[in-house]
């Protein structure tokens, strides 16, 4: 610490306030020289940006680079990568026979939290926005998938799904009908998965939409309505257009997520029956990672990439042009 | 709370009955699955096949107790425990300040970082495992604790600086401008009235990268080998050697495993909740 | 005067080692608690014999071990001893020179101990890579009293064609025939493979491995799947099979609710743990039936398929490990796991202490086999064996023909060469 000078002193003295007051700036007393030192930009992008940028470039970005290398090999893993196949491994993969169904089972996972996850989430963070121990303990509650981890989100679900013990089955007992194994059914387990990807999720996009909805300021929405503003265009016309960078963000992650998704399909259904649950990365794990086959999941890896970033230069175009209006 | 009252004469929205309703609803198929898990813990395995939604016969915490006198159970929760704060702080003071710089600071370059930053959201990470590995092998990071804190906070970067730049970028300009005015410095800026400013979002990204860090198996069992270092997922693993497929025993430790998590939200969500940005902005 | 204790302290670490010179971790994936008390007596016992070697046992559940191993293999901190399923996993390993080669320690006497088969099972290229310790077999496991039920019996079972009336007859009884595992895929890959086995034989599985002539795409292997596929016919598999893991499948058939069980010999103490009581089928209530034999097979009918697994070492392993788990493969020793019914022990006499009827018949079945073939899933790698249970979880599923299916393996062959 001492070898520092005096940086830390200064960066570690106690924030008066834990509260909100704006007053909190330095005291008068605070020494010209060491003002002008902080004060100054290229000093602040000193100190906030080459430790980031070398964590992230040394643990994110070279291994990922180099993941992508491996996509022009031929490689198990073990040893030298010495077998240089080209664009064969691309190739493999979109024709592969799986492939397109992975694909498509992924835009479907993006048009169910689009569609569903997200207007859910909405609809809560709307209903939960206020204080109160009631609200705080829902809230809790439907944060409660997202806090769990994949693996026992997984489990608990297969119980659910279970056609011999599950409650599927059960409630098909009490309707007096045989409902289907989910899990083993080529039509019924995308659907199923779907179910628990919004029950894990969309707490998540909730509290999200939370956060910023507590950001409004409140005399605006109070202004409203002692105009007699309804509650219903309060939240159409003022609520919703003021948290639209939140739900912008919650799209890209919802999107992003889901061409993502892959550690709750393995302990669901494992990506059958018969590969028809295989999201892009779940059919990457299967089919490049457990097999040994890195060079194939190179290959997934660099074209599910080139989609997210031809996605997300789309996005910001799309919100760039919607700027103007 | 106080904070919040005293802005305004509080005028509580109350919830419609509808709302209730939906609210119920939801409530309802959140808690299922969870209902099912705790009571499993309860029960014997052949209950748990016959009747995973019915009561259990006896609520003997026989398995619970059971597994907190493992030595090996507080040992992995305890691990897991620092694993994840030290990536929460981590990730909170970097992605901070790095989304601070990003968001006020104009400086050559600064589109072109943003985007390299975002790009770990766009690459699957389970694919960089092995690589990742050979890194941190290199580095002599394996099978010590700071190797996989580093590298959690490394891959919750990303998403930590979009969010808090994201919220920066909201913060009314106003209060930099006048605080520029008077004379005050960036790194003060930050440290005095963005912070003060952020706590909500603070908060939430806490949350995201706690839980992220809390639940992750794949880097800790890759990048640790000696037992007394094993995180909680690594030590649920062990179990399930131990106890072949006792998938009550399972139950009961997920269900011990996710209260500190849950602590750990309710701890943080005080701040979420208690409004301090609106009071801030208009204060 | 404090540096001064430290120091002493410090002294007193590095001279305490010396009487435990080296340290030999030991990685295994056994979760059978009886099992793992035998291992690790046996570990203390070496120890108190050599007190120059520390052993350290270590273990992983079975999907981490293998999720972890590529990387482990990698680092410092790989274990010197850790467990294999032979096959060509371990020829990966032995190309990337991640494997030490043991010929020179191990002596001839533990060589003739662990057999040809054994010996064999674990050499690559002439070289000698790890010690087999025990070997299994699939087999039909039955439900006596659900067979009898439907008026079936094991010698009815003995050809395939017979086997296919046989299931047909159990299901008219209303009995659910076979229970079977199928997201797990590898339960699924016995049928086929052991069809391979018993159509095409030794000599035609080399050569379609090494993708001479038309590969696993000529005829024996059509005819596998075919054979395969008229079973699927008959519908035999319980409701949901398709979502079904090994574990449920186990449990399922413990419990009494199919006649019927592919599955290798640890299937008897599985079948018990995961059965709903607890308690699963009594040896009584048991009996194994071995896989039907076909018309005109070019296969031995007495062939088997199963595995020999057993122990490799990390390149960097000392003489020490390798002489550990010399005198672990040791007859004494491994009778213990015999007497313990943990598994059938490879090194010859101590199956004798085999206290399990049913261990005993399996450990003959395999002594008097021409071939035993190593799982198909195992023997030819991750890659290809990965097909290899692809094809034959879709074949369940009616999503292939036995043509498409053969020629899926053959493409993968292609590809990995």
Not at chain 3, 280 to 296: E, K, Y
């Amino acid at each position: 610490m001492t070898t520092i000078g005096n940086r830390p002193q200064h960066l570690t003295r106690p924030v008066s306030p834990t509260g909100p007051t704006v007053s909190a700036r330095p005291e008068r007393g605070t020494d010209t020289l060491k003002r002008r030192f902080f004060g100054n930009s290229s000093v602040a992008l000193v100190l906030f940006i080459p430790v980031t940028l070398g964590l992230f470039s040394l643990l994110v970005v070279m291994p990922m680079i180099e993941a992508a290398s491996f996509s022009f090999y031929n490689w198990n893993g073990f040893g030298p990568m010495t077998k240089f196949v080209g664009l064969d491994n691309y190739e493999d993969v979109v024709t592969h026979r799986h492939f397109s169904k992975a694909v498509r089972n992924s835009f479907l996972v993006i048009a169910v939290s689009l569609f569903v996850q997200l207007p859910l989430a909405l609809w809560a963070a709307l209903a939960l926005t206020e204080n109160n121990w009631g609200v705080n303990v829902i809230r809790t509650l439907f944060f409660l998938p997202y806090m769990l981890a994949e693996v026992a989100a997984g489990l608990m679900w297969r119980f659910v799904y279970d056609g011999n013990y599950g409650l599927v089955p059960a409630v098909g007992d009490t309707l007096g009908v045989s409902l289907p194994f989910v899990l083993g059914d080529k039509f019924w387990v995308m659907p199923a998965i779907m179910l628990v990807i919004v029950w894990k999720y969309f707490g998540f996009h909730m509290m999200i939409y939370i956060a910023a909805l507590q950001a409004i300021p409140k005399d605006v929405i109070e202004a409203a309505r002692l105009d007699g503003v309804s509650r219903w265009q309060i939240t159409r016309y003022i609520r919703i257009p003021m948290i639209r960078s939140a739900i912008l963000i919650t799209v890209f992650f919802a999107i992003i997520g889901a061409l993502q998704l892959f550690d709750l399909i393995i302990p669901l259904s494992g990506g059958g029956p018969s590969h028809s649950s295989h999201t892009i990365v779940s059919f990457l794990y299967q089919f490049g990672i457990t097999r040994m086959k890195l060079g194939f999941g190179g290959a997934v890896s660099v074209i599910l990439f080139i989609v997210c970033v031809a996605f997300t230069i789309g996005y910001r175009r799309f919100l760039m042009s919607r700027r103007w209006d | 709370m106080a904070q919040t009252k005293r802005n305004k004469p509080m005028r509580q929205s109350e919830i419609s009955p509808l709302q209730w309703i939906g609210l119920g609803a939801i409530a309802l198929f959140v808690i299922v699955p969870l209902y099912a898990t705790a009571l499993g813990g309860f029960k014997r395995l052949g209950e748990l096949r016959n009747s995973p939604f019915g009561l259990p016969e006896s609520w003997s915490p026989h398995k619970f107790i059971e597994i907190l006198n493992e030595s090996t159970f507080f040992l992995t929760l305890w691990n897991s425990l620092l694993v994840s704060t030290a990536t929460v702080v981590l990730t909170v003071i970097l992605s901070s300040m790095t989304a601070f710089a990003l968001s006020h600071i104009r400086f050559f370059g600064r589109r072109m970082l943003t985007n390299f930053l975002m790009l770990g959201l766009l690459f699957p990470a389970a694919t960089a495992v092995l690589p990742l590995f050979l890194k941190l092998r290199d580095l002599g990071l394996l099978d010590s604790h700071l190797g996989i804190i580093l590298a959690q906070t490394a891959f919750s970067l990303s998403f930590s600086i979009l969010l808090f730049h994201n919220f920066f970028k909201e913060l009314p300009a106003e209060l930099f401008d006048a605080a520029r005015m008077d004379n005050c410095g960036y790194v003060q800026i930050y440290w005095y009235i963005t912070l003060p400013l952020s706590l909500p979002i603070i908060a939430t990204v806490s949350v995201f990268a706690f839980v992220a860090s809390w639940n992750n198996f794949l880097l800790p069992l890759v990048v640790l080998n000696t037992p007394e270092k094993y995180t909680w997922p690594l030590g649920i693993m062990q179990y399930r050697g131990e106890y072949g497929t006792d998938w009550t025993m399972i139950l009961a430790y997920l269900t011990l495993t996710i209260l500190p998590a849950i602590a750990f939200f309710l701890a943080a969500q005080r701040y979420i909740i208690s409004g301090l940005t609106g009071g801030a902005i208009k204060g | 005067m404090k540096r001064f204790v430290i120091g002493a302290g410090l002294l007193a670490l590095t001279t305490v080692p010396s009487l435990a010179e080296v340290t030999v971790d030991w990685l295994h994936i056994e979760t059978v608690p009886e099992t793992v008390a035998i291992m690790e007596a046996a570990a203390k016992e070496y120890e108190a014999a050599n007190p120059d070697v520390k052993v350290n046992v270590q273990f992983l559940e079975n999907e981490a071990f293998k999720a972890k191993l590529t990387t482990l293999l990698q680092s410092d901190a790989a274990p010197d001893i850790f467990y294999s399923w032979g096959g060509g996993v371990m020829s990966d390993q032995v190309e990337a020179g991640v494997l030490r080669p043991i010929g020179n320690v191990v002596s001839d006497g533990a060589r003739q101990a662990l057999g040809d088969a054994g010996i064999n099972a674990f050499t690559r290229d002439g070289e000698l890579y790890g010690l087999a310790q025990n070997v299994s077999q699939v087999v039909f496991w039955g439900n006596r009293e659900l067979l009898d039920k439907a008026g079936v019996g094991p010698d009815d079972m003995k050809t395939w064609d017979g086997f296919l009336v046989s299931v047909q007859k159990i299901k008219d009884a209303g009995i659910t025939p076979i229970s079977i595992g199928a997201q797990d895929k590898w339960p699924a890959h016995f049928y086929w493979s052991y069809l391979v086995v018993r159509h095409a034989g030794q000599d035609a599985f080399n050569a379609a491995r090494s993708g001479e002539g038309d590969g696993f795409a000529a005829e024996p292997f059509v005819k596998a799947g075919e054979d395969f596929l008229e079973l699927i016919a008959l519908e035999p598999f319980q409701e949901g099979y398709l979502a079904a893991n090994y574990g449920t499948a186990s449990g399922h058939f413990g419990d009494g609710k199919a006649a019927l069980h592919l599955m290798g010999n640890w299937d008897y103490t599985v079948q018990r743990s995961n059965s709903a009581s607890g308690d699963g089928l009594s040896q009584d209530q048991l009996l194994i039936v071995p896989f039907p034999t076909v018309d005109g097979g070019s296969g031995d009918d007495g062939d088997t398929l199963g595995g020999i697994n057993g122990w490799i070492f990390h390149r960097d392993a000392p003489d020490e490990a390798v002489k550990f788990m010399e005198w672990y493969s040791s007859k004494d020793v491994q009778s213990r796991f015999a007497a313990g019914n943990s598994y059938i022990p490879i090194t010859q006499g101590a199956a004798d202490e085999l206290a399990n009827p049913f261990f005993k018949d399996i450990s003959n079945n395999i002594n008097q086999a021409k071939w035993h073939a190593i799982f198909f899933d195992q023997e030819l790698g991750a890659d290809v064996g990965g097909v290899v249970n692809d094809v034959s979880v879709e074949l369940t599923d009616n999503a292939i023909s036995a043509q498409e299916a053969a020629e899926l393996v053959k493409e993968a062959v292609d590809d990995a060469q």
